[in-house]
């Protein structure tokens, strides 16, 4: 397999089928997960952990989380004609995410991470070619939905325009700048967006400001809602359109693993207000599924479903019981 190829790229076949759910855009990644590691290894040293896991990371982790939850998703994403694409493909397929929106890049694959917790976070090792943003590059998906994820870029980004004429509810993130820029001029998309979720680094970086409640505030003059994840200490959320403006604290969990924690955050605020929760229950709502993640409350790799959930919030009381409940009865009964 050659990763170095350059690759051409075959649009799929336009779909005639209703609206789904979601539509998740961005580029995916083979995660090798580990379990925590007690220390790093030095040079030379080889280093064991319990178990290891294969999963679907990048756009697909909003995906997968969604698909959980119950959400009629599909991925618009590039995918290619490797063996990597080859696992790819059946793991997304399994998790109920549909790949009709995707497009596949000849000669080209999908890129593998190495994810390893450790201290309460995570670092990331990852090999094989970029891809070109699908939203840098498609004006519409062929799949059509009713929400649609996507992270910001710097270059242009067409889809969004015309996702937005035909009345497709956009919700943003960012990814973190390694360049150290933080470029205000990325979030001229937001005009396009109907919320925003970064974290609190992003949001203060972006915004100059010095907390993120003062990011919030900047940011909600561009983009009808805003949320700024704060990790352990909770998110802070501003309506504008309703005049909103809302803090809760975090869950806190034994167990840390924080990868995907964020975008899944993202998929259940999705599903939450999707499913028609006011804010402050759909805010609630996201964080328990993503302190379920974080806690590990389905097995490595897999985000939480109903039932897993479920055991998971009746840990904290009937009250986080019941907005799980209730949140997912009313997305099935739409």
Not at 5 to 33: E, H, K, N, W, Y
Not at 119 to 141: C, I
Not at 168 to 195: F, K, M, N
Not at 244 to 249: A, C, D, I, K, S
Request: aromatic residues 4%.
């Amino acid at each position: 397999m050659n990763l170095n190829q350059g690759p051409t790229c075959t649009d799929a076949a336009t779909s005639t089928i209703s609206p789904r759910d979601l539509a998740c855009v961005g580029p995916v990644f083979l995660d090798v997960l580990f379990t925590p590691f007690a220390q790093l290894p030095r040079l030379g040293e080889e280093c064991h952990t319990e178990s290891v896991a294969l999963a679907v990371g990048g756009a697909a982790n909003v995906a997968r989380a969604a698909a959980a939850l119950g959400m009629d998703v599909t991925l618009a994403t590039e995918l290619g004609d490797g063996p990597i694409t080859q696992l790819v493909k059946p793991m997304l397929e399994a998790d109920g995410v549909g790949l009709g929106a995707s497009v596949t890049l000849e000669g080209w694959d999908v890129p593998c991470t190495a994810a390893i917790p450790h201290e309460g976070d995570r670092m990331f090792y990852t090999g094989g070619l970029a891809s070109a943003p699908l939203a840098t590059t498609k004006r519409v998906l062929s799949e059509q939905a009713r929400h649609l994820t996507v992270s910001l870029e710097r270059e242009d980004m067409p889809l969004l325009a015309g996702e937005r004429e035909r009345g497709t509810r956009i919700w943003a993130d960012v990814g973190h700048d390694d360049s150290g820029a933080w470029d205000p001029t990325i979030l001229r998309h937001l005009e396009q967006c109907y919320a925003f979720c970064p974290n609190d680094e992003e949001a203060t970086r972006y915004t100059r400001t010095d907390c993120a409640r003062d990011a919030a505030r900047v940011l909600a003059e561009r983009v009808e809602l805003v949320v700024v994840s704060r990790g352990r200490e909770g998110l802070v959320a501003i309506d504008s359109g309703r005049g909103e403006v809302l803090e809760r604290p975090g869950f806190t969990v034994e167990r840390a693993n924080a990868t995907g924690a964020g975008d899944t955050l993202v998929a259940a605020l999705v599903t939450a207000i999707a499913a028609g929760r006011a804010l402050g229950d759909a805010l609630d709502f996201a964080q328990l599924v993503a302190a379920a993640r974080v806690a590990g409350a389905a097995a490595q790799g897999m985000p939480p479903g109903r039932e897993a959930l479920s055991a998971f919030a009746s840990q904290y009381g009937e009250k986080e019981q019941e907005l799980v409940e209730e949140t997912l009865d009313q997305l099935s009964s739409r």
